[in-house]
């Protein structure tokens, strides 16, 4: 395996660590944080955000971008089928519902879509990185949402900490960590659905431990689409004393599903429930695992250190048709993933200025098989692909956090990443090196202005970057030249206002620029890419929450977005202003919650997108606008029992995910209206 680091061991003395420390989340404390006063801040929470202090290294509230906290009593009350439709409620996030088996769908947001092919969002589940080679999200699954602290999301290209995959930003699933409680959920609902979650957590002295069993089953809102799923996780946490802490994670998924299949425009409307016959067999096997070693240390007042190690294993083995016409597919995929990152924080002053240094990095390796069938009725009948191919991809980082005045927050930083790896064709014993992208610079530069308790303004600009993924990452023939890596340069600008915990309102503006934008092929047999070209984003997002009196809150998001191509290839001169695919120009997300009795709790949510073209030819029509309504009542009958009853797109409206397979439109229709009622003991 062919790979260059330079400078990159030395800088991984001083890595970054994946997990967020001072602004860890978590459901076991006290009260609901505020900004401090007279300091930087950016984010917009929905729920309850609680903080459990730690070290520095590594932190969010070191980013100075729009940042977003979905917090522990919302998550752990959800009833979704998927987490990513839990993320979907947070502030200008897009939700793909692809509506297939273990292929449910996925979460995108900053004018990048969720088709797969250009995969912008950097997913963590307790800062273990957690995409596949793609850049999908399939360890999402992983977390139910009974064991989930927080969720955080942060948008944007001034985020120094991260490299592979965080073109627009990133998102950390944060599961309960200390305390001791036994909590458990079980819910039944439309569709014969039925799920069972227990969480428990033991605390005693210097040791903590937190586990996770989760399993759910349903028939699925369409014919063919049983599933069943299970997931099991635990937590362990040892103190040395008050300076040194140390971590172990793992977690194991497992999940059986039939696919319903696409259908045709006349299907859709005429039964949205029907399946196709020729997708009876069709169908995905689909297992998990994540393991990880974290290490803490406090090395003095001022200087914090920090360590993560981990692995990651994926196996998929699917059966998929798409149309009367194609052939069905077996899709195996076998992915391992090891990882390491650290990180090394102090702050203090010079001359009496405040200043933070934080210098990181990290390294992913990854060991890929690829294989794909042609089939009947899951029998192969020829082989189409089998790949095998090593990815390592390494990045370091220095930040710095400089406070000349008392209202000014100045934070530099620059990130470099190495990528390296081989290519085996094992159809053909062809062999193929890694592009050879060099090193991939990416300069920050991030400015707050808190002239007032509350108010803060702020700007930041940066670079991210995209690599190519599958076989788009090597030298193949006929390819004689190495593929540039894409750019991607973006700045924003924005405003938050918050009064004290009665009201909170965040406005930003965006733009996101880049060079040499590719898309994987999806349904390519070599799982090539293809050349999109240069690419413009931008939009506007808007968020606001009140809580004008004792037992009412409020809050509401909207974002305008648009996504073009302005320098199309030399493929494709004539696309130069389409819009990007399946992204739409609107979103919206908000919700009421009131309680007008101690025990009882009324909600209303909603979300909804604008329409959306089906690819870059915009030539298709327009497709996939929705709006959606669900509400949800729980009492609390003691501090034990709690009963909830849930009701999902109240309106029954019709909506779906569209694409288009070179000849027609073909669509999954979501779920109708739906009931689920909950059971919730807590100990």
């Known amino acids: 395996m062919k790979i260059s680091y330079p400078a990159l061991a030395a800088g991984l003395l001083f890595a970054v660590n994946a997990v967020p420390a001072l602004a860890e989340v978590s459901d076991e404390g006290s009260d609901a944080s505020t900004p401090a006063t007279n300091k930087p801040d950016t984010s917009f929470s929905v729920g309850e955000i609680v903080v459990t202090a730690r070290g520095m290294a590594g932190s969010t509230d070191n980013v100075l971008t729009s940042v977003d906290r979905l917090g522990g009593d919302i998550a752990q009350k959800a009833d979704v089928d998927n987490v990513y439709e839990l993320i979907g409620r947070m502030p200008g996030i897009l939700v793909t519902n ?355 308790d509350g108010v803060t303004l702020y700007g930041n600009w940066g670079k991210t970057f995209q690599i190519g993924l599958g076989s788009g990452a090597y030298l193949i023939p006929p390819r004689q030249v190495d593929l540039a890596p894409s750019i991607n340069s973006g700045w924003e600008l924005g405003a938050k206002y918050q009064l004290g915990d009665r009201a909170e309102a965040r406005v930003a503006y965006w733009e996101q620029s880049a060079t040499g934008e590719i898309a994987r092929k999806l349904n390519d047999p070599l799982g090539d890419f293809e050349n999109v070209g240069g690419t413009d984003r931008n939009g506007v997002d808007v968020q606001l929450s009140v809580r004008p009196m004792a037992g009412l809150s409020l809050w509401g998001a909207l974002s305008w977005q648009k996504a073009v191509i302005s320098v199309p290839s030399p493929a494709t001169p004539g696309l130069a202003g389409n819009e990007i695919n399946h992204t739409p120009r609107w979103l919206w997300s908000g919700g009421i919650e009131y309680s007008p009795l101690e025990p009882l709790t009324l909600s209303l949510t909603g979300r909804g997108q604008s329409s959306y073209y089906l690819t870059t030819a915009n030539a298709e029509g327009k497709w996939g606008d929705l709006n959606i309504f669900d509400a949800s009542a729980f009492y609390r009958v003691n501090d034990t029992l709690e009963l909830g009853l849930a009701f999902k797109n109240l309106a029954d409206s019709y909506y779906e995910y569209v694409w288009w397979d070179g000849s027609q439109t073909l669509h999954s229709p979501a779920n109708g209206r739906n009931v689920t009622a909950s059971v919730r003991l807590r100990f």
């Open 98 to 452: 692809f509506n297939q088996g273990t292929t449910s769908g996925k979460f995108s947001m900053r004018g990048f879509n969720g088709e797969g092919n250009i995969n912008a969002v950097k997913l963590l589940i307790d800062g273990v990185p957690s995409n596949s080679n793609d850049g999908n999200m399939p360890y999402i699954d992983m977390a139910f949402p009974l064991n989930i602290a927080g969720i955080e999301v942060v948008r944007g290209t001034s985020d120094p900490r991260y490299g592979l995959h965080a073109i627009a930003g990133s998102a950390n699933i944060i599961t309960r960590s200390g305390g001791t409680y036994v909590d458990a959920r079980g819910s039944i609902g439309s569709y014969d659905s039925f799920e069972g979650q227990l969480v428990a957590g033991l605390e005693s002295g210097n040791i903590t431990q937190n586990y996770q069993i989760a399993y759910r089953e349903s028939d699925g809102f369409r014919d063919h689409s049983d599933s069943q799923r299970v997931s099991l996780s635990g937590k362990w946490g040892l103190a040395l004393g008050e300076d040194v802490k140390l971590g172990a994670i793992a977690r194991y998924y497992d999940a059986d599903a039939e696919e319903p299949g696409y259908l045709t425009f006349d299907d859709s409307r005429a039964n949205p429930r029907m399946s196709n016959a020729y997708n009876e067999s069709d169908g995905d096997s689909r297992g998990l695992q994540q393991y990880a070693l974290t290490f803490d240390v406090s090395l003095s007042d001022r200087l914090d250190w920090t360590a993560m190690t981990y692995y990651n294993r994926f196996r998929d083995d699917r059966f998929v048709k798409f149309s009367a016409g194609a052939s069905q597919q077996r899709r195996l995929t076998q992915e391992d993933q090891y990882g390491v990152s650290t990180a090394l924080h102090w702050h203090g002053d010079l001359s009496g200025v405040p200043l933070m240094l934080e210098a990181g990095g990290n390294i992913e390796w990854q060991d890929n098989r690829s294989a794909r069938w042609l089939s009947v009725e899951r029998v192969p009948t020829s082989q189409t692909r089998d790949q095998q191919f090593d990815l390592s991809v390494g990045g370091a980082y220095v930040q710095a956090i400089i406070e000349p005045a008392s209202w000014l927050r100045i934070t530099p930083a620059y990130r470099m990443d190495w990528v390296g790896g081989d290519f085996n064709n094992l159809l053909n014993d062809s062999s193929a090196p890694i592009n050879d992208y060099g090193g991939i610079d990416q300069p920050k530069l991030s400015v707050a202005v808190y002239p007032t």
